[in-house]
């Protein structure tokens, strides 16, 4: 991407959204809007940047050539179709857009060309969870070299991906009080994911 884009983050303030503004810092994009909850908006990050409200309006108003979205779910489902109004090419590490036809589900490494599907039809490139990209990326060459038919995976999250929220609340908890913790229900032998 070149460094004079117009780059927006949806979540800047967020854990996923933190690391992506200081690695685009690092990289050198200067054109960078923050956008959070109202709850973030107005405050200051590193570099000067003043978080905007994620809103709507905000967001449709055009201005920016990429939204990169690293909120949850129904935050990207509200959101997300503003910021398409708006012009830009959205990149949403949410399930909100994941196994929905029409919607390429990209992974660099394994299948890049696909995110040029988007842009010329949705402007929206889905992300498969964080334990689904590494993944693929090591099954992607072993299919290529001896034909895989199927692969069966267990993963267990951290509780970084519930959030900041959740990672400071379990910081603030004495160890002896650390508890599994799963926020979804088993219907079979598959969840949502992908």
């Not at 303030?13 to 200081?22: E, H, I, L, P, Y």
């Not at 690092?26 to 990050?45: D, I, P, Q, T």
């Not at 589900?105 to 060309?113: A, K, M, Q, R």
């Not at 992607?140 to 692969?151: E, F, I, M, S």
Request: proline residues 4%; glycine residues 10%; contains cysteine.
């Amino acid at each position: 991407m070149r460094t004079d884009a117009r780059i927006g983050v949806v979540g800047a303030t967020g854990a996923v959204g933190s690391v992506t503004m200081r690695l685009l810092r690092e990289r050198g994009y200067e054109n960078v809007r923050a956008f959070a909850s109202g709850r973030s908006a107005g405050k200051e990050l590193e570099g000067g940047i003043v978080v905007e409200e994620a809103t709507p309006d905000a967001l449709a108003a055009g201005g920016l050539d990429v939204v990169l979205f690293s909120v949850g779910t129904s935050a990207s489902r509200e959101l997300v179709p503003h910021a398409v109004e708006g012009e830009a090419l959205v990149i949403d590490k949410s399930s909100a857009y994941r196994l929905v036809d029409g919607y390429p589900l990209v992974v660099p490494e394994v299948n890049g060309g696909r995110a040029l599907e988007a842009i010329e039809t949705t402007r929206v490139v889905a992300n498969p969870n964080c334990c689904t990209i590494p993944l693929t990326c090591v099954l992607k060459p072993l299919h290529d070299a001896a034909g895989l038919r199927r692969v069966r995976v267990s993963t267990y999250q951290s509780v970084s991906g519930a959030g900041a929220h959740r990672m400071e609340a379990l910081l603030a908890e004495p160890q002896a009080e650390h508890n599994l913790v799963m926020d979804w229900s088993w219907d079979g032998d598959e969840t949502v994911e992908e």
